[in-house]
């Protein structure tokens, strides 16, 4: 079944599009799950163990995860998960050259669905693309102040990057299964955007910690009802707690995020 299927259903069984990002920063894990032999996969199960029944999507970031107890915690993670029937999204960013991004590409052997990044063009990312049951979600219009830096640039026709990205990614989805990121903190293009490319469901991240716009974001990230919103340190770290606490107060933060986007929600 397709990813975004596949999505449609999770979203629906939970009436929810939270994206609950997994990001255990080991600077900010409680100090008693430091005993644990992997203290990243102690602190995400009391994370999906709290918040599981809000989340359409868990999305750990890669960047927490690079290096040997790193991947293993990954795949603790993303199996735990999957026991709890949530698609795992990994926020990757990748594409390479041929060879390099074919062996990326195998990481959608483990998780449902990879964010890429499109600098290199389609031939980095057709190994992704290629994968018919996999969600395949392009940088688009990134949420950090610098993604203006390259995405805003006006191309010689007029119009800036990211719609130029949007519109390849449009052309790209001959498997029905590319998505776009377009970040909270950009409310006016991700309206943009959405008028550009009315099927494609959106990863919106930005709201939480970097205070993005979350009605926005529901308006303009779904389509057709499909779609997802981002909270990472707003969710997990929302305790700030040392005991056992901090994973209910994440299980609250997600359950408390659902009804504020929900509200906007047709
Ligand atoms: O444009 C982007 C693309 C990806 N991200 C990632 O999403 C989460 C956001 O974390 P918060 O703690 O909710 O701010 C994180 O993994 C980012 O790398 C993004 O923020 N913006």
């Known amino acids: 079944m397709n990813f975004f299927d596949r999505l449609h259903d999770r979203i629906r069984t939970v009436d929810s599009v939270v994206s609950v990002g997994l990001d255990p920063d080991p600077s900010r894990i409680p100090d008693h799950l430091s005993e644990y032999d992997l203290p990243r996969w102690a602190f995400n199960r009391r994370i999906i163990d709290a918040t599981h029944e809000h989340a359409a999507v868990f999305k750990p970031n890669a960047a927490f995860y690079e290096d040997p107890d790193g991947w293993r915690a ?25 060879n390099t991004t074919r062996q990326y590409a195998t990481l959608l052997e483990t998780v449902d669905a990879i964010t890429v990044n499109p600098y290199m063009g389609r031939d980095s990312l057709q190994p992704f693309l290629a994968n018919e049951e996999a969600g395949v979600f392009v940088l688009c219009r990134t949420s950090n102040p610098g993604g203006a830096d390259l995405q805003d640039l006006e191309l010689e026709t ?33 309206e943009e955007i959405r008028e550009q490319v009315p099927e494609l469901p959106f990863l919106v991240p930005g709201v939480g910690a970097q205070g993005g716009d979350a009605e926005a974001a529901v308006e303009h990230g779904l389509a057709d009802g499909v779609g997802l919103v981002n909270s990472s340190r707003g969710i997990i770290f929302a305790g700030e707690d040392e ?20 509200r906007y929600r047709d």
């Open 243 to 262: 005991s056992e606490e901090f994973a209910a107060a994440a299980g609250q933060a997600a359950k408390r995020l659902k009804a504020r986007l929900n």
């Open 158 to 190: 007029g119009e800036p990057v990211y719609e130029r990205v949007a519109a390849l990614a449009d052309l790209w989805n001959e498997n029905d299964n590319v998505g776009l990121v377009v970040g909270a903190t950009n409310p006016d293009e991700l």
């Open 74 to 98: 990954l795949e603790e993670t993303v199996a735990y998960a999957h026991g709890k029937d949530v698609p795992v999204l990994l926020d990757a960013k990748r594409a390479d050259i041929g």
